[in-house]
């Protein structure tokens, strides 16, 4: 293939891009104002924050998963309601789990039953109530009932076998069924001979029941996924279950007792999909190739294996448009049917990294599960790690109040109430304000206590004291909700993907940033001298990392608006922009944001004027009407006992202490003043302590 035609080929897929970006743009506009926009217009008066800090609205409640595990008894339910409620949670998430009887299946109407219970005791305690979409996870099938209704809706994929001589299956396991679709036969640079197939994926989920329970040795019920790329599956999904809901529980959502229906990691294959299986199938091609802006099914080899120097490139141009393809056929589906139901989606994609799809929830999440985030190096996992601030960047540019992380699932018995405390203020740094604890078992009876420990909540050590967990929590999602974040650097990032990089540096010297997805710069962004302004986040530098790739749109975008903007880029980034300053490692990349976006949190020995290196100290600033809040955590295992200076310590500011802990607040006295250094506070924060210092302009 040619320069010029690939050239070509990659200005089709960015045009695809753009369009598909005004279906974005045009989905955040028209999402329920009343129910999540940024209220900017809200009067926080100083008394009014003191009281809302010392009291938290309940909106701002944990709403944990709640295992449905076991036999559901109306009164165990309303007694296990009324323990929720006496340990300061105030609002929980129904979610069907393993363990159900088979006579309380999934849309049955036992369990429907159940729920509607579970939503009256609710409604008469003003608590609120996330709905569950599926039984169990992946989302998307309806516990199999998508493909009991029609078996072509079964998960598919591109799967490639290799022929012998003769053209049969080289590996006479291999069985080629009649459901089988042969889409191509290639031969390979070495002499290989390869059919590809678009075959059903043998994807499954998990199921709700035990079977062989009474035999003391019980296995699980695993329903079949549906295809997520065919839109037929997913309105079938839809009328079966979010229809459903609404049509069982009209009064419920209409008068805020449900606040939202959670989807849990979608699967394009379902779990365990056969071996060697890609995504894509022959009609999601179709869609695949309209964003492409060419036809895909000569290079279906180099899904496997590269075939010339391009392969890498039109396979990650392939994989966005698959991306791309399930936002139009899954994600885009179920956040209409909301915003027409005036309710939330929220719950989170299959990776840690996504965050096109994020733009199509009300209330984006994420979650923690499996230790994918500990204390120590794991604070930083570069598969991981992003999470946090994915989801409180699309809230921020999207407009909306909310975004979750689903935190502490399986990380098994050996969990503690440090690590649980430390998981939360690694969220709440970051910007989450709305947590699911994972989870509250109904039942911990037989096996059920193994399923995917612990449970975090009535079953553990620490529940007698919950209370005070669960409003210190409540007080930080209050911080983090309607207010402005300080953050002027923004880290850009494909549809497709956010990375890692240069993130650490930015955390460890308390220089806070979002991820930025192109098209919303792309349909959002506003220029301006004061630099780009996408909602009420407002950037003087935009980092660019390796590997993300600009629309020519984009490009001139950046480049008329340099002046106004600084752009920093790596220097092997093959995307050139005209004006962007070059940076080789993490130093100049600091810098350049030091120089270009200022230092908010400026760190000093605690005796001296010299600057001291704080790796393990957060900061998140935040504006809640008249008053700078700064949100500070030892993420580390030492002591911090330091100094610091805060930029929105201006002249004739008062400063004081907000203790999460008890909604009290108290005076904060600067330190002597030491040469020509600004007012500065004492920071003396044990491992994995937090406080916060609010300054108000008087």
Not at 279 to 284: D, E, P, V
Not at 664 to 677: F, G, N, W, Y
Request: net charge negative.
């Amino acid at each position: 293939m040619s320069v010029q035609t690939l050239s070509s080929l990659t200005s089709n897929l960015r045009r695809a891009l753009g369009l598909f970006a005004l279906l974005v743009a045009f989905l955040v506009l028209v999402r329920p104002v009343d129910a999540q926009e940024a209220t900017s217009a809200q009067v926080f008066t100083t008394q009014r924050l003191e009281s809302e800090f010392k009291e938290p609205p309940r909106e701002f409640t944990l709403m944990p998963f709640w295992f449905w595990n076991d036999e559901l008894r109306e009164e165990e339910l309303i007694r296990q309601i009324d323990s929720f409620q006496e340990h300061g949670v105030y609002g929980f998430t129904i979610h069907p789990r393993i363990g159900l009887p088979e006579d309380s299946g999934w849309m049955s109407d036992k369990l429907l039953a159940a729920m509607r219970v579970a939503l009256s005791a609710a409604r008469e305690r003003k608590m609120q109530v996330l709905l569950y979409d599926e039984g169990m996870y992946p989302s998307g099938s309806s516990a199999g009932q998508v493909v009991a209704e029609d078996p072509s809706y079964a998960a598919r994929g591109f799967i490639r076998v290799e022929l012998n001589d003769e053209g049969n299956p080289k590996d006479a396991k291999v069985k080629i069924e009649e459901s089988w679709n042969l889409v191509e036969t290639v031969t390979n640079a070495k002499g290989e001979r390869f059919a590809i197939y678009d075959a059903p994926s043998n994807g499954v989920i998990r199921g709700l029941h035990y079977i062989g329970e009474q035999t003391g040795r019980p296995g699980e019920f695993s329903p079949p996924a549906s295809d997520l790329l065919n839109p037929d599956a997913v309105d079938a999904f839809i009328r079966l279950v979010y229809q459903r809901f609404y049509d069982e529980f009209t009064e419920f959502f209409e008068d805020g007792t449900i606040i939202g229906i959670f989807t849990d990691e979608p699967s394009i294959l379902g779990r365990g999909p056969r071996r060697g299986m890609t995504f894509g199938n022959l009609r999601a091609l179709e869609t695949i190739n309209r964003y492409l802006g060419y036809d895909f099914r000569a290079h279906l080899l180099e899904l496997w294996e590269d075939v010339d120097d391009q392969s890498a490139t039109r396979r990650a141009e392939y994989n966005k448009a698959v991306h791309l393809a399930l936002e139009e056929s899954y994600y885009s589906r179920i956040s209409a049917w909301c915003q027409a139901h005036n309710t939330s989606l929220c719950g989170h994609p299959e990776s840690s990294s996504d965050v096109g799809v994020l733009n199509y929830f009300q209330i984006p999440g994420q979650d923690i599960v499996w230790r994918y985030v500990e204390p120590g190096e794991k604070a930083f996992d570069p598969t991981h790690s992003m999470m946090a601030k994915v989801a409180s960047s699309v809230m921020v540019h999207n407009g909306l109040r909310r975004n979750l992380n689903e935190v502490f699932g399986a990380y098994g018995h050996e969990f503690t109430y440090e690590e649980m405390l430390w998981i939360t203020n690694w969220c709440m740094v970051r910007g989450h304000n709305l947590l699911v604890p994972h989870a509250f078992f109904y039942s911990i009876r037989g096996p059920r206590h193994e399923e995917r420990p612990p449970d975090v909540g009535p079953n553990s050590p620490w529940w007698d004291d919950y209370k005070s967990y669960a409003d210190y929590c409540a007080r930080l999602c209050w911080l983090n909700t309607d207010s402005q974040l300080i953050a002027p650097t923004a880290v850009l990032v494909d549809s497709d993907r956010a990375s890692a990089w240069a993130t650490r540096s930015l955390t460890e010297r308390q220089l806070d940033y979002n991820y930025l997805e192109l098209r919303a710069l792309d349909q959002k962004g506003v220029f301006s001298s004061q630099g780009v302004t996408v909602y009420s986040a407002q950037y003087r530098t935009l980092l660019l990392p390796p590997g993300v790739a600009l629309t020519d749109h984009t490009r001139e975008l950046l480049e008329k608006t340099s002046q106004y903007v600084k752009i920093v880029r790596m220097t092997q980034n093959a995307q050139e922009v005209p004006g962007a300053i070059l940076a080789n490692n993490d130093p100049e990349i600091i810098k350049n944001v030091r120089e270009f976006s200022g230092e908010d949190v400026c760190v000093y020995q605690r005796d001296a004027a010299v600057r001291q290196d704080a790796p393990w100290l957060r900061a998140r600033h935040v504006k809640k009407g008249e008053v700078d809040f700064y949100l500070l955590f030892n993420e580390g295992e030492s002591e911090l006992d330091a100094t610091a200076s805060f930029a929105a310590d201006l002249d004739g500011s008062t400063a004081r202490v907000w203790n999460p802990w008890t909604g009290e607040t108290s005076e904060l006295t600067p330190t002597a003043k030491i040469q020509d250094v600004p007012r500065r506070y004492a920071v003396k924060l044990a491992p994995h302590e937090t406080t916060i210092y609010a300054f108000e302009k008087r």
